[in-house]
């Protein structure tokens, strides 16, 4: 059986998003697959047993019952170092392939035509071993520089301003123009879909706005994407 792992972090991401990428990418039929989708954190240690469709997927490969897992971006299985080498190899040793989007390289390293013993040298193990360390290293990273980002962007008081002192969140309205604060966590998420949509989607500004509106319900201009893809908004 193939299946596809969804996840994003955040309740007011779409991880259904991630799936047409998916299949265009590997060129899968969605009707041929098990897809498993589930939004919470894949960083925060406390939440790990609260993932039950990554648990359900890993029984299923404990069984035999998937011989190959897609998903739109290693980090979507683990943000951390050594559960993602430990879901790795967990999976190696069942006999099941995992597959990305945007890492394709980890199952497919080396070209076909490389002889099958020249393929079991050590030091081509070693390499694909290295990659798997690697992704996990930068999934982990990114989620801890984004934590530490966020517990210093802000001092609470009265009103919550960033450390520059502007007010936390007024550049945001809600679909009926009226201004909301949004927590934080949200907005780390939302910049973090429109640095995306940009910059690897390559959409237009008003496609992106549209998808804000879409997955946030939140209301942002043309120049609020430039300032963000640009950063230029702390």
């Known amino acids: 059986m193939k299946a596809i ?15 047409p990428e998916i299949l265009r990418t590997f060129g899968l039929n969605e009707s041929e697959c098990l897809v498993l989708c589930e939004r919470i954190s894949a ?7 609260g993932r039950s469709k990554f648990i359900e997927l ?23 170092i050594q559960r993602m080498l430990e879901f790795f190899f967990f999976c190696e040793a069942r006999g099941c392939k995992m597959h990305s989007s945007l890492q394709p390289y980890l199952n497919n ?4 035509s490389i002889d099958k ?16 360390l690697i992704y996990g290293f930068v999934a982990q990273n990114e989620s801890f520089f984004i934590s530490q980002r966020t517990s210093k962007a802000v001092v609470k008081g009265k009103v919550t301003t960033s450390y520059k002192g502007n007010k936390w969140g007024d550049k945001y309205r809600d679909l009926e123009g009226n201004r909301i604060d ?17 910059k690897e989607k390559k959409l237009r500004a008003k ?20 300032r963000i893809k640009n950063g230029k908004i702390e």
């Open 5 to 19: 792992y969804l996840r994003v972090s955040t309740k007011e991401l779409d991880e259904a998003t991630q799936l």
């Open 43 to 49: 960083y925060d240690e406390k939440k790990q047993l």
């Open 58 to 80: 890993k029984e299923m490969i404990e069984k035999g019952e998937v011989t190959d897992v897609y998903v739109y971006s290693l980090e979507r299985f683990e943000r951390n």
């Open 109 to 112: 390293m080396f070209p076909k």
């Open 117 to 132: 013993a020249l393929s079991k040298n050590p030091i081509y193990l070693f390499i694909k071993y290295m990659m798997a």
């Open 182 to 198: 949004l927590p934080i966590k949200t907005i780390e998420s939302l910049r973090r879909r429109v640095k995306f949509l940009s």
């Open 207 to 226: 496609e992106i706005v549209k998808d804000v509106e879409k997955n946030f319900k939140v209301r942002i201009s043309v120049m609020t994407v430039s």
